[in-house]
């Protein structure tokens, strides 16, 4: 019993071999610099956007916008000034939401920069803007 050899360690070889062959020099730099293509495409899409996503998060700033202001009415008329806070603090993100995607305004560079510094909490961590 002491000759008998196992199936496995013929795989066990292979195995040790195709992996040799995956992680070679080569195919390491061409992982590599495949991965900064595609992350320098990723920044790139991230920094100028799709037309079409950018118009319908536009789109969705001033129906938020709108909604808020709505609300803003609403919750005065009704006395419940609470409700209306809240309502202010979404037509503030609105604002934001409207500013951040129309870059193509001439909007004054202190006034970007605060807007920059207010949604970096929010946008900075995903990466969609950088503070001027």
């Known amino acids: 019993m002491a000759s ?50 950018r118009l319908l998060a536009l789109l969705a700033g001033v129906a938020l916008l709108l909604s808020a202001m709505a609300g803003i009415f609403y919750r005065i008329m009704t006395f419940n000034l609470t409700g209306a806070l809240m309502e202010v603090y979404t037509l503030l993100l609105a604002v934001v939401i409207l500013v951040l995607e129309s870059r193509q305004l001439n909007l004054p560079d202190q006034f970007m920069r605060n807007v920059y510094k207010v949604s970096e909490p929010i946008a900075g961590c995903l990466g969609l803007c950088s503070v001027a």
């Open 4 to 53: 008998e050899s196992t199936p496995l360690n013929n795989s066990v070889q292979e195995a040790s071999k195709f992996m040799s062959n995956i992680f070679s020099d080569e195919n390491m730099a061409s992982a590599k610099s495949n991965i900064s293509s595609r992350v320098n495409e990723l920044r790139r899409s991230a920094s100028d956007g799709d037309f079409s996503i």
